[in-house]
């Protein structure tokens, strides 16, 4: 089977745009991707589309009728948070079959404004009444075990949110890309303890897209700024005893990120650059050990090491992650891996992490599925 | 009288179970096979994939707190600030509630709490009929 490449990567710029619609948004960045692959929507065989709300309403086909209708197969796909990580598998899965030679990924978002989440329910309202289902509160409560197993504090959550606002200064593509000092972060508004609303991710509108073609077509093209997919890899949540009362963040990554290291035959030592779903500042703790970027109950200690900054041992969410960068739902994933991409190539500006080769991104939904994926320079 | 039955009371979320005495109770269901509890009834055991269907047991009324938060800002028309809780009962099951007469500052994972059945915040169906909720106390307050 043919090993899978990337040769084109690329998304908008993270925000609000009210008077766009998310295929546009989604046109957009997949025009962007195809100029970076030197391919035209006519060289591609199929179109892997994510959104988290618009799925549904055929995105993918949309985004066509914005760029050219070449008849080719479009997947739509709606997996929550991994929606992006789940299009980027299923096109990898295409291309690997045999059956394309290129495809296209796109993600596009516009996300309901306000706190997502609260499904229906019969009978009374449930908020605050059987405690919360708001994802602050969620995510808090994740946090806690750790804080109550570990002795994690709300400080080390919080310089979570110090140095992924500091990584956004340095993108331009970043929704918000202002330093954020500690006492700012734990000065602004308490959401769910321990989170503030500086520890929860950007609630914005985003696009982003990725080319993906097979080992013949990367030769093709040219290898220079070709990134080899070594691992594709999504989950659904295993049995855990508490979920779903309390929902897993923790067993469906780490599945994930196991299959994905064996798949890759890869380890957390090999990795250059990070970008997991920093959803809330509460997640980035608990994935760290999750992907196994340090041993259990060493995450306080690893964010205070200042190791997963940019210029540490292991920099983590250098694009300013889903807490500044912002987390267009659907968009999220592809983005991540547009980021992993541009660090591969020695693209990324100010924030390069310098020589990276080797890159992993994650995402986790809610519900759950986890998406992890290892690129390397090709 | 013929409306009696429109006012009998409901259960305010789906683990409630109302017996014929009208107390409430909570269920939870047991996998016949491996032992795995559920909150919810389903067709064959989430943990183990046996299809015996798991069987439903009146829970514990207390159990210890394993994790929570203070939540200050919720959706619209909610009233903050509250600690949502999440309690593992005696007998192996989990459950999501509000954790009601605590300072927020004391609260602590493992501290004991008991269940307490109460009226849903008086929320009544479009019928009239009350609902049964319940919440989380620290063992010992009533």
């Known amino acids: 089977m043919s090993d899978v490449y990337i040769v084109g990567a690329d998304m908008i710029a993270f925000g609000r745009y009210p008077d766009r619609t998310y295929y546009q948004l989604g046109a957009e960045a997949s025009l962007k991707a195809l100029d970076d692959s030197g391919l035209s929507i006519k060289d591609i065989g199929a179109v892997y589309a994510s959104s988290c709300f618009n799925a549904q309403s055929m995105l993918g086909q949309k985004v066509l009728k914005e760029i050219g209708q070449t008849g080719v197969p479009c997947i739509n796909v709606s997996n929550a948070c991994a929606s992006g990580a789940t299009a980027v598998r299923e096109a990898f899965i295409g291309i690997k079959s045999g059956i394309y030679d290129a495809v296209l990924v796109v993600g596009s978002e516009k996300n309901p404004r306000g706190m997502l989440g609260g499904a229906p329910h019969d009978g009374p309202p449930p908020e605050g009444l059987f405690g919360s289902e708001s994802m602050p509160a969620v995510f808090a409560e994740a946090g806690m075990v750790h804080t109550a197993a570990y002795g994690t504090t709300i400080e080390q959550f919080a310089q979570v949110a110090v140095k992924n606002h500091h990584h956004a200064t340095m993108n331009p593509k970043a929704a918000y890309r202002k330093e954020t000092p500690l006492d700012e972060v734990l000065a602004s508004e308490m959401i769910a303890w321990p989170l503030t609303k500086l520890m929860c991710s950007a609630n914005v509108d985003g696009a982003a897209a990725l080319v993906l073609v097979s080992e013949k077509k990367a030769r093709e093209l040219g290898m220079s700024r070709a990134v080899r997919i070594r691992a594709s890899m999504l989950t659904s949540d295993p049995y855990e005893p508490r979920n779903p009362v309390m929902f897993d963040c923790n067993s469906v990554t780490r599945l994930a990120a196991a299959k994905a290291y064996e798949m890759a035959g890869l380890g957390p030592k090999d990795l250059d650059i990070v970008e997991l779903h920093d959803c809330f500042a509460t997640a980035e703790i608990l994935h760290y050990e999750n992907l196994g970027l340090c041993g259990e109950g060493e995450a306080g200690r690893l964010i205070d090491s200042g190791d997963t900054a940019l210029g540490g041992r292991i920099p983590v969410n250098v694009s300013g992650g889903l807490l500044s960068k912002g987390h267009p739902i659907g968009a999220t994933g592809v983005a991540n891996m547009v980021e992993i991409v541009e660090h591969l190539r020695g693209e990324a500006g100010a924030r390069q992490v310098t020589g990276a080769r080797i890159g992993l991104s994650h995402v986790l939904g809610f519900g759950a599925a986890a998406g992890v994926h290892i690129l390397e320079k090709a | ?142």
């Open chain 2, 1 to 142: 009288m013929a409306t009696d039955s429109l006012t009998l009371p409901k259960p305010a979320t789906g683990v409630i179970r109302i017996g014929t005495d009208g107390r409430a109770s909570i269920e939870g269901f047991r996998c016949r096979d491996c032992g795995g509890v559920f909150a919810e009834q389903t067709m064959s055991c989430r943990r183990c994939a046996s299809r015996n269907a798991p069987e439903a047991f009146r829970a514990a009324e207390s159990g210890k707190l394993y994790s929570w938060s203070v939540v200050h800002r919720s959706y619209p028309g909610i009233a903050v600030p509250f600690v949502s809780a999440i309690v593992d009962l005696d007998d192996g099951l989990t459950l999501k509630g509000t954790l009601r007469g605590v300072d927020a500052a004391a609260v602590r994972q493992g501290m004991p709490v008991s269940l307490v059945f109460d009226d849903a915040g008086g929320a009544r169906d479009k019928e009239g009929a009350p609902y049964v909720g319940f919440h989380f106390t620290p063992k010992g307050d009533a």
